[in-house]
């Protein structure tokens, strides 16, 4: 049977990239963020996964404001990027697994959530920036699955919403006959705005108490409104959404691996945790 050996989440700032390009790693307003990755290597290295689950929001490279999925699954046999404008690399593809696609896919619609299914899907930043932090290389090791979920367009899907669903990738994963093992990666945020009269704006006091509930509390971000914690986190923020369904995949009581948190990138709160279940 498949198994759930951890969850990584992480930000996915494009300007991450750029720094990537031009091997900015060591310079002093990117150290502290890079720095925060070598214990993840090290840590993928031991748990050895064979498919990397990956919950995201698109930038308009998939999906655009026309057409805005609540949420969607990838089940195509590879996955590559495009220009997205931000003069960003393009890597090399990633190798889908329809077969486990299909799997979650009817797993997730059985328990009612409507899915939108992609046998063709283009994934951006928010997908290959966490990759590349993982496996610096960019030699792929693992298969991935990608997920997406609306953080842009309003209605958004609740953090409750999130979170069951997270539970219900974790039903359906640990259902899988296969002997494989997962991690599931949310990326996104932390607080931060890009736009309108509060561009700028980061929250720390929040940022630190939605990290340590992902520890301790993983359903305290339900008790907002989307409209709360847009307030509290910031119109990009929300993409906390993705690590709330990172998160519902594992047991409610993990250990903590490893964690980083920095202020700013590009006008962000960046994040980073590694959880496993507890023992």
């Known amino acids: 049977m498949a198994k759930i050996v951890g969850a ?20 002093p307003y990117w150290k502290p963020f890079f720095d925060g990755f070598p214990h993840v290597r090290e840590w993928l290295a031991k748990v050895k996964p064979d498919v990397v689950v990956l919950v995201y929001n698109d930038h308009g490279l998939n999906f655009f404001l026309d057409k805005m999925p609540t949420f969607a699954v990838g089940a195509a046999d590879s996955y590559s990027n495009a220009d997205e404008g931000w003069g960003i690399p393009q890597t090399a593809p990633f190798k889908g697994d329809t077969e486990l696609s299909w799997h979650l896919i009817e797993h997730l619609v059985k328990e009612d959530f409507d899915l939108t299914t992609c046998q ?33 367009q309003a209605p958004l899907p609740s953090a409750a919403r999130c979170y069951k669903l997270g539970q219900a990738l974790a039903r359906a994963i640990e259902s899988w006959p296969k002997d494989e093992r997962v991690v599931v990666m949310g990326t996104g945020g932390l607080s931060h705005q890009l736009d309108g009269e ?12 939605f990290m340590a509930s992902m520890i301790d509390d993983p359903a305290w971000a339900t008790k907002y409104s989307t409209a ?45 945790m590694v959880l496993e279940p507890a023992a």
């Open 198 to 209: 509060r561009a700028g704006f980061i929250n720390k006091d929040f940022d630190e108490k």
């Open 228 to 272: 709360e914690l847009v307030e509290l986190s910031g119109t990009q923020g929300v993409e906390l959404l993705n690590w709330m369904v990172a998160r519902g995949t594992l047991p409610e009581k993990v250990r903590k691996e490893h964690s980083n948190y920095h202020i700013p990138i590009s006008n962000t709160a960046t994040g980073l």
């Open 120 to 152: 063709e899907m283009a994934v951006d930043h928010a997908f290959t920036l966490p990759m590349a932090l993982c496996w610096p290389d960019q030699k792929w090791p693992v298969r991935v699955v990608p997920v997406v979920v609306n953080t842009v």
């Open 8 to 27: 990584i989440t992480t930000s996915h700032v494009p300007a991450i990239g750029g720094a990537i390009a031009k091997g900015l790693q060591q310079d």
